[in-house]
């Protein structure tokens, strides 16, 4: 069976830090993959998404970055934190079943920059 | 502009009641929609989808209910348990052959209590 990953459940970083959050998908190959983040009180908001190795799209302009060196492995990076980087991240990737693609989510990284 | 708007905001009932929430979109074009619960701290699990051509579907205690025509959808509970207590998410997507571009609701927070 697939199962998804998140490391870390946590994190407290200061202003100005740089982040990395990974998350691997086990069970599947050539998954489409996505970055979502999630502030208190308001939906999902897509980051980034990817079809394959090194493909990354990006859909808001912001202070983070996505990558995909491996087929199963999608990380989100920021050089530098702004106190408007906490939130709930969730990567989440997507397998089809009847012709619509069902969605699957890990199990988050709550970031708290300070 | 492409939007999924829920109500109410938040729900609070007693265990064993049943419970209806709504959700409204404006989303085109149209391909399915989603129910997600989402517990606190966690990542959102499906529970239902359907396409446009489905009026309602059911997940064990779960029914979901579409109507396309007027753009609404809403999820019953039925005999309510204390482990229904989460956010409730609908979600929309406009393409049946990928899911970069799913447009989410900010849920209904459901509280069961005893």
């Known amino acids: 069976s697939q199962t998804i990953h998140q490391w870390p459940a946590t994190l407290v970083q200061p202003v100005g830090s740089p982040l990395s959050l990974e998350c691997t998908v086990e069970?599947?190959?050539?998954?489409?993959l996505y970055w979502y983040r999630q502030a208190a009180g308001r939906g999902l908001q897509l980051l980034f998404y990817s079809v394959g190795i090194g493909q990354i799209s990006s859909e808001v302009p912001q202070n983070l970055s996505a990558s995909r060196p491996q087929d199963r492995q999608f990380i989100l990076s920021s050089k530098k934190l702004l106190l408007s980087d906490s939130g709930f991240y969730l990567c989440?990737?997507?397998?089809?079943?009847?012709?619509?693609?069902?969605?699957?989510f890990g199990p988050g990284t709550r970031l708290t920059v300070t | 502009k492409n939007q999924v708007e829920q109500s109410p905001q938040s729900l609070i009932i007693l265990e064993g009641k049943n419970c209806t929430l709504q959700c409204n979109y404006t989303v085109s074009p149209f391909s399915n929609l989603r129910w997600y619960k989402q517990d606190t701290g966690r990542g959102p699990v499906s529970l239902t989808i359907m396409t446009f051509s489905e009026n309602t579907k059911s997940n064990g205690r779960y029914t979901a209910t579409l109507d396309a025509d007027t753009k609404q959808s809403s999820l019953h509970i039925t005999a309510s348990q204390l482990s229904d207590s989460a956010s409730y998410i609908c979600?929309?997507?406009?393409?049946?052959?990928?899911?970069?571009?799913?447009?989410f609701g900010t849920g209904t927070r459901l509280q069961v209590f005893p």
């Open positions: 989440a990737w997507t397998q089809t079943a009847s012709g619509v693609y069902e969605q699957y």
């Open positions: 069970g599947t190959s050539n998954p489409n």
């Open positions: 979600v929309v997507s406009p393409r049946p052959w990928g899911t970069d571009k799913l447009i």
